[in-house]
């Protein structure tokens, strides 16, 4: 069965489908605010993004597009994904879900940005994302981890 990402609805039924991750104790991997304050209608636009296995949404992130006046981290400065919240729920783990999802925000064609939870930095580097080199006043304590899409490289400090 091939692996589907859909843009999530911005509904409540929705909502309920991410109360299973939270019950997970992930907290700050928990998308209930955002959506909750996204939600409108059912046809507003939507950050998220997941993947179902029957009709269970079993991984999901949300993706923002962020404006080139904004880019602190490539080179050129352009518009760029931040890729957010990246979770899988534990039995549908290790199965490509994360991959998946990782190589549909890299089908836009556009850098990504994203900070990682702890101890996935391997995922993220197999992944073919970097460590950018720290700077204390962009990155304000996050360890932030990109891809650079062909002529693209990270940005100069300073």
Do not use: C
Request: no cysteine; glycine share 6%.
């Amino acid at each position: 069965m091939a692996i589907k990402v859909e843009k999530l609805r911005v509904n409540y039924k929705t909502l309920e489908e991410f109360k299973k991750f939270k019950e997970y104790g992930i907290q700050e991997l928990s998308m209930l605010e955002d959506l909750e304050a996204n939600i409108i209608e059912n046809d507003s636009v939507s950050p998220f993004f997941g993947i179902y296995f029957g009709d269970k949404l079993v991984a999901r992130m949300s993706l923002y597009e962020r404006s080139a006046k904004y880019d602190q981290y490539f080179e050129p400065p352009q518009n760029y994904l931040e890729l957010w919240k990246l979770e899988v729920l534990p039995n549908y783990q290790h199965k490509g879900y994360g991959k998946k999802l990782v190589e549909f925000a890299k089908e836009f064609g556009l850098p990504i940005k994203t900070n990682p939870r702890v101890k996935s930095q391997a995922f993220w580097e197999k992944m073919q994302f970097e460590n950018v080199t720290y700077d204390m006043d962009r990155d304000l304590g996050e360890n932030p981890f990109v891809w650079y899409p062909e002529g693209v490289k990270e940005q100069k400090i300073g």
